[in-house]
């Protein structure tokens, strides 16, 4: 059972940047994909971005491409989402997510694990 815990969510101006963490139990993290998903209030949970499990290969919604990059850091079992320029229309609950995967994937039913999210605010 992988337990995945995120943080670095907060209260940010438009323009501004944050930088979520996701950290994962399992040791061997390494052998899952990993995703990051957001939840806006009154909306369907939205695909972010995905890393696949050597770092080699990432996926990005259209929203966020050029803005949000992906990493992962496997010494430390951490994902990592860097999001740059934030828009008001980001401010979501953001979740991540682990597939056992190879490749990353934009589906949410192909992800085993799920943590409980941290909330993202942007301010206009």
Known sequence: QVQLVESGGGLVQAG???????????????????????????????????????????????????????????????????MNSLKPEDTAVYCCAAAHAILGTTRADEYDYWGLGTHVTVSS
């Open 16 to 82: 501004g940047s944050l930088k979520l963490s996701c950290a994962a139990s399992e040791p061997t993290f390494r052998s899952y994909a990993m995703g990051w998903f957001r939840q806006a209030p009154g909306k369907e949970r939205e695909f972010v971005a995905a890393i696949s499990w050597s770092g080699g290969t990432t996926y990005y919604a259209d929203s966020v491409k050029g803005r949000f990059t992906i990493a992962r850091d496997i010494a430390k079992n951490t994902v990592y989402l860097q």
